[in-house]
């Protein structure tokens, strides 16, 4: 374990479902990341939270929304997805939105049927 | 924005051989520098990571990388791999001072296989 859980492991979905991803963190980190993983593609960041607030959304479609109640707490709601949407969805935390050891999560291997 | 390039898709050596990772990143001010593992069927982990003072950083596993400033490069060698080595490497960078240029930015990988 690294001190940032995710849950589900797997998630099978279809196009017309809606579902969610679950990141928690336990290092007293303030900042929140959520990445995308797919085959041969860098590492997108999709999102940031700092002190609980999104400071950044990279341009993602609106068919994936964050919600960071609190700062040991991240969530991805997704619906309509398309089968493109398939990767493995990674989260991280850190000390401040500054980069300086970010920790990640095993992330959720996501397939849209 | 920053940018990241790893030149190498998929390497593959023999135990005891050298390796070397290549990492070019593109930014124009003062970054931070991290090469990141991931073994398969595993979360990814920090091998090693430069901030600033001797451009020869040591990390686990008896990995070492190199900043060099002047070509914009932070290269990951191991003198001799081991079959547990075999593993997917990811270059990032961020930049200094916050921010969003303080997100990190990946590379797209290099997959190491080592063969017995």
């Known amino acids: 374990e690294t001190g940032v859980t995710q849950t589900p492991r797997h998630l099978v979905m279809g196009m017309t479902n809606k579902k969610s991803l679950k990141c928690e963190q336990h290092?007293?980190?303030?900042?929140m990341y959520w990445y995308k993983q797919s085959a041969k593609k860098p590492l997108e960041l999709m999102f940031v939270y700092s002190l609980e607030e999104r400071v950044e959304n990279n341009s993602v479609p609106s068919r994936f929304s964050p919600e960071c109640p609190n700062s040991s707490h991240l969530f991805l709601h997704l619906h309509t997805l398309q089968p493109e949407d398939s990767a493995l969805y990674l989260c991280a935390s850190s000390q401040e939105a500054t980069g300086y050891g970010y920790t990640f999560g095993s992330g959720t291997r996501l397939t849209v049927v | 924005a920053q940018s990241v390039s790893q030149h190498n898709h998929h390497v593959i050596l023999s135990e005891a051989a050298s390796l070397e990772l290549g990492c070019n990143y593109s930014y124009g001010g003062t970054v931070n520098l991290f090469w990141y593992v991931q073994y398969p069927g595993q979360h990814l982990q920090l091998l090693l990571k430069y901030f600033s003072g001797d451009p020869l950083v040591k990390g686990i596993k008896g990995f070492e990388a190199e900043f060099i400033k002047s070509k914009f490069s932070f290269n990951l060698r191991k003198p001799s791999v081991q079959w547990s080595d075999t593993a997917e490497y990811f270059c990032?960078?961020?930049?200094?001072?916050?921010?969003?240029?303080?997100?990190?930015?990946f590379g797209k990988g290099t997959k190491l296989s080592v063969k017995p």
């Open positions: 290092l007293g980190h303030n900042a």
């Open positions: 990032a960078v961020n930049a200094r001072g916050g921010g969003s240029q303080g997100n990190l930015i």
